[in-house]
């Protein structure tokens, strides 16, 4: 019960509204069309963002989203909405490349495109779908924006504020539970996407009792790909150095379309009953992407929720978490290296080895 105490408290008290001016920024958003990416979207075109880059896989929803904010905002800034498809590594390229070439600076880049998936299912590199677009897919372009991020950072004079590059995390990060095996695992990236194909496999045999490995649980994988994600934030965060502000945020439960996915009939009057008592608004939850980006140093590679910088998961504290936060990284970077030219460049660099 007490978990319910802590959600409807949470409810009651939203995040603070942010009200700082975005004005000359060129602001990126990915999955802006639905949900929490729309509603920040929209945030950020209300206090004044001069360009708002919408980023998504569905082109007609996208010019749809742009449209409405354009009639329900003040701002007079320009929108435009770029294709990108985070199943694809060619996209994700194309997106980033269009980003170097066409934008003038990038100061804000808000990777919010993530998926929730009900059963286990695999992307054209072989990865569990939501390790592949959680994970793996928003570390590919964290890297590929990095450059442009830093060409953007302003000159020692100028009182504007560094870039910035937010992950849209969640607080089941800190939540999730691992087994002794995964948390002794030095490549537990591999071992999570083999039991998902186990359990796929499990799927298609008549053994009624299969083992505990062979089950998918749909909370595992989100949990564990936005803690992976976390791994890398730490990695993302000493490449941006002094020149890029890498940080990352939760809204909190939030009524949005991300699970609608794994939502069946007989589901929905009961998921209605628990956002309608427990979950924030889109735009209440937006509000905590909008002011992640406005915190300075002390939000460098840490984790924005509720108003408040939160604790390192456990999973990730002491030496024992610093050291899987290293394993993770180095896997996720392997992983990519395979499918995409180029990345182990792009991980140069790093300051603090």
């Known amino acids: 019960m007490s978990g319910f105490l802590k959600l409807f408290k949470q409810k009651l008290n939203p995040p603070v509204n942010p009200t700082t001016s975005f004005a000359g920024k060129i602001v990126l958003v990915t999955g802006a069309n639905i949900g929490l990416g729309y509603e920040a979207s929209l945030k950020f075109h209300r206090l004044g963002a ?136 030095s490549t537990p990236l591999s071992l999570l996407n083999n039991r998902a194909r186990a359990a796929q496999a499990a799927k298609t045999t008549s053994d009624p009792t299969p083992a505990k490995k062979q089950t998918y649980a749909m909370n595992l994988y989100y949990g564990s790909s936005k803690l992976l994600l976390m791994c890398a934030l730490a990695h993302l965060s000493r490449l941006g150095a002094q020149d890029v502000l890498v940080t990352s945020v939760c809204p909190g439960l939030t009524k949005t379309r991300l699970a609608r996915d794994v939502m069946r009939w007989w589901l929905i009057p009961v998921a209605w009953l628990f956002y309608t008592l427990f979950g924030r608004t889109g735009e209440q939850g937006a509000r905590t992407v909008v002011s992640g980006v406005t915190l300075g140093d002390e939000a460098r590679g840490g984790f924005w929720q509720h108003d408040i910088l939160q604790p390192t998961a456990p999973l990730l504290d002491g030496k024992q978490g610093r050291e899987r936060t290293d394993k993770v990284w180095f896997e996720i970077v392997d992983a990519l290296r395979r499918d995409v030219e180029g990345v182990m460049e792009l991980t140069k660099g790093e300051e603090g080895k």
């Open 50 to 185: 001069s360009r708002l880059i919408l980023a998504v896989r569905n082109l007609p929803s996208g010019q749809a989203a742009a449209r409405k904010i354009r009639s329900l905002s003040p701002g007079t800034g320009a929108i435009d909405v770029w294709p990108l498809d985070m199943l694809s590594y060619p996209s994700i390229q194309s997106f980033a490349k269009r980003v170097s070439t066409e934008l003038p600076q990038l100061d804000i880049a808000i990777l919010n495109a993530g998926i929730f998936s009900a059963t286990p299912q695999f992307s054209d590199y072989g990865y569990e779908r939501t390790l592949q677009v959680n994970t793996l897919s928003t570390v590919l372009l964290a890297l590929l924006l990095l450059p442009k991020l830093r060409s953007s950072k302003p000159t020692p004079s100028s009182t504007t504020s560094l870039p910035v590059l937010e992950l849209v995390s969640s607080g089941t990060h800190v939540m999730v539970k691992w087994d002794p095996e995964l948390r002794s695992s």
